[in-house]
């Protein structure tokens, strides 16, 4: 590429060389000031030097606004400066203390500043490339002029989330510069003993997209190339994709010595020093004098010198703190629920539980333009359970979104557009599917909010159907609700009844947190009554879906409807079973449960998915800390037998939890009543 087709008007002003040279020596000054703290032991974790490839985040960033989105890497300090950021803020945070960017959550890996359009730096390699991609979705959508810039390694464009994003990007012509910095090594691992193809760079071509090999330790060259790629990814034509040949002059981490590298190359990759060869250019080109370049490094040593006296002294962060910013919206435990108003005559309408679900859809893509629906097979089709049928009539191809086949880039497309303001809804056509997208919805997703200490949230719902019963066999038969409970900082939502499905959906999609609202095959033809007044159920309360005495079964999604089935024939033996549906598994409500069996003093817990580290062991174990004095008998558990789901009915019938195993249970526990 070249700047002959540059409509640079449109690109900020370059800066001068001399404050080209002055942030060329700021990160060089700031990385091997941190690194000798980081050696002597006076940071936690661990530290990631960007030393010798201070020219690539230079020539990137001196050519943004704010208003254009950067996600980096591991080895993000350089980045961040570069985009403008704080110097005593990111200090501090690589101190750990409560000034820093994160305020000591996030650390050295996990730093944002999102007033300098700096939207996160991440350690999991390649992990921030769909994050950016669904950034530059939301900046389209937004209809902004911005670009947003994904800055990753060598090691990370042999992840499939490098190769799913640039394709998305490829096919919706997203505004994204894709920057590898390619400085030879993945660790210790040299990029040409693990990468196929001609180049990094070459892999554009396969995308149909532009791309460009540069050297990344000369400055002119990077300011250069990016211009120019910015000019094409601003006319809306093309996403590019930058391979930065630079060099990792230190070792790849805090604990690596370095031993494993040729002397001779280090060296010739040494005399091309970025910052001093961009030092002695200014000099030849007489930009600046040797006086001009001298007062600038002490100026900036004096600063480094200075912020970090500062930052030794600051006080460790209050404890407390550690337990805030989880969610952007946080579960209101005091919130009311009108699904325990009991329906009056004439005010709702019988509807299925699918039904419910695209009501809820539809009433905020109504409300807000900013919706849209994002999975496979969504639009014309209407989606593999045809949840989305019609929509797409209704909607159009901007709001209903067809995607490729690509779970993990799904998902952090989504994460990425939420993140830059624009409400994605995505849909994983079987729960199975959504392992493949479990970084970026549990390493992302439910983490951004918290680590970045409150400037990101990730407002986005998944939905997702689970479920057997059905002869699909064990990789699309799974209940992998249970899967998800584990991490913070992000809800599953597991609803039973068209009225909970739409109510909940309804709260999820107004909230500003991460959600996996998951549905069931078995329940999209069921039929319930649903109020024609919408309303928000609030998640995290548990439903008590029948009253009795004797005995608390406790179940989600369809397994409330075998619990009631089961509740209708212990009835018949004599037998009072109060059902409990949990509607959702976090936030779980494990106090309307314990109190449930303190009252019955027996409990039956319910679930599809397999017994071994299902929610059924997390609430049993809880209700014995809450109630144990209340029970009269061991807490039971009806769940899948730890076998895959067989495709044949009959062995799948052996393996799932049914009405007639619910029924034995309860009259197991009930005779084991002391
Ligand atoms: C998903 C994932 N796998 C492995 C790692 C461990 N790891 C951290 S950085 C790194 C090397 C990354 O190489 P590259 O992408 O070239 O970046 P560089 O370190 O060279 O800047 C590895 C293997 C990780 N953090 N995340
Ligand atoms: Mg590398």
Redesign the pocket.
């Known amino acids: 590429m070249s700047t002959a087709d540059a409509n640079a008007s449109d690109l900020p002003p370059l800066p001068t060389p001399l404050q080209l040279y002055e942030r060329l020596y700021t990160v060089r000054a700031f990385e091997s000031i941190m690194e000798d703290e980081s050696k002597a032991g006076r940071l936690p974790g661990t530290f990631?030097s960007?030393v010798g490839?201070e020219a690539v985040a230079v020539g990137v960033c001196a050519n943004l606004t704010n208003a254009d989105l950067v996600v980096s890497?591991?080895?993000g300090h350089g980045h961040f400066l570069a985009k403008g950021g704080d110097i005593y803020k990111i200090m501090a945070e690589l101190f750990g203390r409560e000034d820093g960017y994160s305020a000591g959550k996030g650390g050295t890996q996990h730093m944002a500043g999102t007033e300098v359009g700096f939207m996160g730096s991440n350690?999991?390699?390649?992990?921030g490339i769909p994050v950016a991609t669904g950034l530059a979705m939301a900046l389209k959508r937004k209809k902004t002029n911005a670009v947003a810039v994904s800055f990753?390694?060598?090691?990370?464009?042999n992840?499939g989330t490098f190769h799913e994003s640039l394709n998305m990007a490829a096919i919706w012509k997203l505004p994204v510069i894709y920057v590898c910095?390619?400085?030879?090594?993945?660790?210790s691992?040299p990029?040409e003993t693990v990468s196929a193809g001609p180049s990094i760079a070459q892999r554009g071509a396969g995308y149909g997209i532009l791309y460009v090999a540069v050297d990344g330790n000369d400055l002119d060259a990077m300011l250069d190339q990016v211009r120019a790629a910015l000019n094409m990814v601003k006319s809306g034509e093309t996403p590019v994709l930058i391979e930065a040949r630079t060099w990792?002059v230190k070792g790849?981490?805090r604990s690596d010595q370095n031993l494993y590298r040729d002397k001779n190359v280090e060296q010739t990759w040494s005399d091309r020093d970025p910052v001093r060869l961009y030092r002695s250019r200014v000099l030849e080109r007489r930009q600046a004098s040797e006086a001009e370049l001298t007062a600038i490094e002490a100026r900036v040593d004096g600063v480094m010198r200075e912020t970090l006296e500062r930052c030794r002294k600051l006080p460790p962060p209050r404890p407390e703190i550690t337990f805030e910013k989880i969610y952007a919206t946080p579960p209101d435990p005091k919130a009311p629920d009108p699904s325990q108003t009991p329906l009056a005559e004439g005010t709702f309408e019988t509807k299925a539980y699918w039904q419910a679900i695209q009501e809820a859809l539809s009433e905020a893509m109504d409300r807000d333009p900013r919706y849209y629906i994002f999975g496979q097979d969504v639009c014309e089709y209407g989606g593999c359970f045809k949840v989305t049928r019609g929509m797409f009539e209704k909607y159009g191809r901007e709001r209903i979104v067809n995607t490729p086949i690509s779970e993990a880039s799904i998902a952090g497309v989504c994460v990425g557009a939420g993140m830059g303001g624009v409400r994605p809804v995505g849909e994983f056509m079987f729960m199975d599917f959504i392992l493949l997208a479990f970084?970026q919805l549990l390493n992302h997703a439910a983490k951004f909010h918290y680590i970045y200490n409150g400037q990101i949230k990730v407002p986005i719902v998944m939905r997702t159907p689970m479920g057997g019963y059905r002869g699909y066999g064990a990789t699309h038969s799974q209940c992998l609700d249970a899967m998800l409970m584990k991490l913070p900082g992000i809800h599953v939502v597991t609803p039973w009844s068209p009225r909970d499905a739409k109510g909940l959906l309804a709260s999820c999609l107004e909230a500003e947190n991460p959600v996996v609202f998951v549905e069931h095959k078995a329940l999209y033809g069921t039929n319930g009554p649903v109020p024609k007044q919408s309303e928000k159920i609030p998640l995290g309360k548990a439903n008590i879906v029948r009253a009795g005495k004797d005995i608390t079964l406790c179940a989600n999604s369809y397994m409330v409807s075998l619990s009631l089935q089961a509740a209708e024939k212990l009835k018949a033996d004599g037998i009072e079973a109060e059902v409990v549906d949990l509607r959702c598994l976090a936030p779980l409500d494990r106090d309307t449960v314990a109190q449930s069996a303190a009252r019955t003093q027996a409990l039956v817990l319910v679930e599809e998915g397999h017994l071994t580290g299902g929610w059924s062991a997390e609430i049993a174990a809880s209700v014995q800390e809450m109630a144990f004095g209340y029970l009269d008998a061991p807490i039971l558990r009806v769940a899948a037998a730890d076998v895959p789901v067989p495709s044949a009915p009959e062995l799948e019938r052996a393996m799932l939890p049914s009405v007639e195993k619910i029924v034995a249970a309860a009259k197991k526990a009930l005779e084991n009543r002391g």
């Open positions: 990631h960007s490839q890497n591991h080895r350690g999991i390699t390649g992990g990753f390694g060598d090691g990370a464009a992840q910095e390619n400085n030879g090594w993945g660790m691992t990029v990792r790849h981490s970084d």
